[in-house]
């Protein structure tokens, strides 16, 4: 700036504010200090803008993997929300930094507040994390977690109201005749946990006996989903239908039933949870619990930048939708 400043014979503050587009320079001085800026490979280095204004402009979003280390980015759940979080966040003129931490050790979180490389976080799930979170929480106010309110949170969540989803998808199966209903998920993840509270209030106000084959472990990976729909299948329980906790489990327990000869929803009627993009897409279309990932997205970058302005606002939690397509009913 000193050197741009000798050439056009003006001030080291006045090109400083020339270059940042500042009103109070006339437009003709801006437009002279710019080529001049131009002509000599004059960039602005933002970083050290930032480090001046004590602002990176940028949001770090962060996925947490402790839970399941194999999951990937392009799973569709990760694809649909990241995209709905970058076109917020790029709305107001912010960068991004991605974030997948596999297999967190103690004191993660606070390594990424230390580096300074982000104004606010924003954590896609909860994994197995949620007393790291709570510990970051103390000290740190910028950051808003997708996931699920827990007693004694201290963290700012917004998320679906997991238990009335798995409610409402357990409801409908049985209101269309089936009566040995499954379950597919991790109930020891926040989210699935009350998913699974869900299910199990649906089924005893059904007066429901439930076999405990019925109820089986499953993790989000198409992989680990696979084998956890064949050893359900191949266990004897026999299931007329299945609450799965992520469409990618859904749709790969509705594969796993055509190896052995059965189909969705005549042998066993299915629902999913997210109501991914693929969801209407498969054979057949996937009946699946609706989270509103553009209103959530919006919603989460809104209250983290209330939060970045200093204002301690509470989270928000989300009434999903039951979508109903042919996987679940004849």
Known sequence: MA?????????????????????????A?????????????????PFARGLRMKRTQTIGVVIPLGHEQRQLISD???LEMLGHLADEITLRGYEILL????????????????????DG?????QSDQHAALNASAQSYDQMVVWGAH?????????????????????????????????????????????R?????????????????????????????????ADALLASGAEPDGLFATSDVIAMEFIKALGRVGKSAPTDVAVVGFDDSSLAPLVSPPLSSVRQDLTAA??????????RIDGELVDGVQMKPELVVRASSSL
């Open 150 to 194: 827990l007693p004694n949170q201290d963290y700012c969540t917004v998320g679906a109201d997991n238990a009335y989803g798995g409610y409402i998808a357990t409801r409908h199966l049985i209101d269309q005749g089936r009566r040995r209903i499954a379950f597919l998920g991790d109930p020891s993840l926040p989210e699935i946990g009350q």
């Open 99 to 118: 974030s997948k931490i596999v297999a967190p050790k103690p004191g993660w979180i606070d390594a990424l507040i230390q580096a300074q490389r982000t």
């Open 3 to 27: 050197d741009i400043a000798r050439m056009t014979g003006v001030s080291i503050s006045t090109v400083s504010r020339a270059l940042a587009g500042s009103p109070l320079i006339p437009e």
């Open 76 to 78: 569709p759940f990760f």
């Open 29 to 45: 001085t801006r437009e002279m200090i710019a080529e001049v800026a131009r002509s000599h490979g004059y960039v602005v280095n």
């Open 196 to 228: 699974h509270a869900g299910y199990l209030r649906a089924c005893q106000e059904a007066g429901l006996t439930l076999d405990p084959r019925l109820d089986a472990p499953a993790h989000f990976t198409a992989e680990t989903a696979a084998e956890a």
């Open 297 to 306: 997205a919006r919603i989460m970058i809104d209250l983290l930048f209330r």
């Open 121 to 125: 976080l924003v954590f896609i799930g």
